[in-house]
């Protein structure tokens, strides 16, 4: 079993930046694809960007450009950095990490406000 801890959300105006990171208990050298995932109010959770264990990584239109998404395997840490900041990117973040044999783990979230 991983557990997933984000940190890092918070308040900012449109704009700024900000940086996400996702503390796993376990080991994700194994798994097979790590990302993040956003949800805004009355929406449904839609993916942000993903990454492999080979470091492939692919990102919603909306983000691209903006957004980084990274892995440490050393240190058991998924990233994501936030630039260029919109208000439409209001949400509560998910970090996901997937089993090569599909098992999904999620986080609890972490909220990130963008103000206008």
């Known amino acids: 079993q991983v557990q997933l801890v984000e940190s890092g959300g918070g308040l900012v105006q449109a704009g700024g930046s900000l940086r996400l990171s996702c503390a796993a208990s376990?080991?994700?050298?194994?798994?097979?694809?790590m990302g993040w995932y956003r949800q805004a109010p009355g929406k449904q959770r839609e993916l942000v960007a993903v990454?492999?264990?080979?470091?492939?990584?692919n990102y919603a239109d909306s983000v691209k450009g903006r957004f980084t998404i990274s892995r440490d395997n050393a240190e058991n840490r998924l990233y994501l950095q936030m630039n260029s900041l919109k208000p439409e990117d209001t949400g509560v973040y998910y970090c996901?990490?997937?089993?090569?044999?599909?098992?999904?783990?999620w986080g609890q979230g972490t909220q990130v406000t963008v103000s206008s």
């Open positions: 376990g080991s994700i050298f194994s798994m097979n694809v």
């Open positions: 990454i492999t264990s080979g470091g492939s990584t």
């Open positions: 996901n990490a997937t089993e090569p044999w599909g098992y999904a783990y």
